[in-house]
């Protein structure tokens, strides 16, 4: 019970305003009407991640992150103008949240997929944008940085 | 279990055979709830970042169910002694 009020109260200090349960967009993780059954999960993230080109799980929405390493990945998207992907706020389904560190055996939110393939967290999404990786893995997605047009423009 | 910088830095020591640890308690007021590492192992070698950053939440799986939040940068030797010169 002290964990529990302990994890809370460390959840509400990393926090940075209201929650808000509802993403920007209007889509809603459990608006569509299905909440998730624990064992569809692992099949229905199998999907979710396939569905868009970049997919990020994170805590909070792209439009209010709750979290400074999801806000880093947000913003670090947006520095290479990436805009069209799918964010997932695991604060607004616990199933979701346990169940994606399951999918990915990766113990820790946020988290990146290209094209399907789990890429990591934001320690691994911010040395790629700093070693120039994530340049290439765009442009494997067929996705132009943003970075490389401004590179362009300013020479 | 009481996690401390000290119990992470031995057991990336012992299990990672890390020559290097560096661990920060990044939590607000040092309650363990955060920690940032930096891992400098020979085992890192030939492995891309995924693999190396899936090594060290293996090695301290136990204490991740706990810790909140967690950072870390891996490193081989040959990168350490680079970043060290620059």
Same mark, same amino acid.
């Given at each position: 019970?002290?964990?529990? @009020?302990?994890?809370? !109260?460390? &959840?509400?200090?990393?926090?940075?305003?209201?929650?808000? =349960?509802?993403? !920007?967009?209007?889509?809603?993780?459990?608006?569509?009407?299905?909440?998730?059954? &624990?064992?569809? /999960?692992?099949?229905?993230?199998?999907? @979710?991640?396939?569905?868009?080109?970049?997919?990020?799980?994170? $805590?909070?929405?792209?439009?209010? =992150?709750?979290?400074?390493?999801?806000?880093?990945?947000?913003?670090?998207?947006?520095?290479?103008?990436?805009?069209?992907?799918?964010?997932?706020?695991?604060?607004?389904?616990?199933?979701?949240?346990?169940?994606?560190?399951?999918?990915?055996?990766?113990?820790?939110? =946020?988290?990146?997929?290209?094209?399907?393939?789990?890429?990591?967290? &934001?320690?691994? *999404? *911010?040395?790629?944008?700093?070693?120039?990786?994530? /340049?290439?893995?765009?442009?494997?997605?067929? @996705?132009?940085?943003?970075?490389?047009?401004?590179?362009?423009?300013? $020479? | 279990?009481? @996690?401390?910088?000290? +119990?992470?830095?031995?057991?990336?020591?012992?299990? *990672?055979?890390?020559? +290097?640890?560096?661990?920060?308690?990044?939590?607000?007021?040092?309650?363990?709830?955060?920690?940032? /590492?930096?891992?400098?192992?020979?085992?890192?070698?030939?492995?891309?970042?995924?693999?190396? +950053?899936?090594?060290?939440?293996?090695?301290?799986?136990?204490?991740?169910?706990?810790?909140?939040?967690?950072?870390?940068?891996?490193?081989? =030797?040959?990168?350490?002694?680079?970043?060290?010169?620059?």
């Amino acid at each position: 019970m002290n964990n529990l @009020i302990r994890a809370t !109260a460390r &959840c509400l200090r990393s926090g940075t305003a209201v929650y808000m =349960p509802r993403q !920007a967009d209007g889509r809603l993780w459990s608006a569509s009407g299905r909440r998730f059954l &624990c064992s569809d /999960v692992q099949k229905d993230l199998g999907e @979710i991640v396939k569905k868009d080109k970049v997919v990020v799980f994170m $805590k909070g929405t792209r439009a209010q =992150p709750m979290c400074g390493f999801s806000n880093a990945v947000v913003q670090i998207l947006r520095m290479h103008g990436v805009d069209d992907y799918a964010d997932y706020n695991v604060l607004e389904d616990q199933d979701l949240r346990q169940g994606v560190k399951d999918f990915s055996n990766w113990p820790t939110i =946020p988290q990146v997929y290209f094209n399907g393939e789990f890429v990591g967290g &934001c320690d691994i *999404l *911010l040395q790629m944008h700093q070693n120039g990786d994530l /340049v290439e893995e765009l442009k494997k997605l067929g @996705i132009h940085s943003a970075l490389l047009s401004a590179e362009k423009e300013s $020479k | 279990m009481e @996690i401390t910088c000290d +119990h992470i830095r031995e057991k990336l020591t012992q299990k *990672l055979g890390a020559v +290097h640890v560096d661990v920060e308690d990044t939590s607000s007021n040092r309650c363990a709830a955060s920690f940032k /590492v930096l891992v400098v192992s020979s085992e890192f070698e030939g492995k891309p970042l995924l693999q190396r +950053h899936r090594l060290v939440n293996m090695c301290l799986a136990e204490e991740l169910k706990e810790i909140h939040a967690f950072e870390q940068k891996t490193l081989t =030797p040959e990168q350490w002694e680079k970043q060290k010169s620059q």
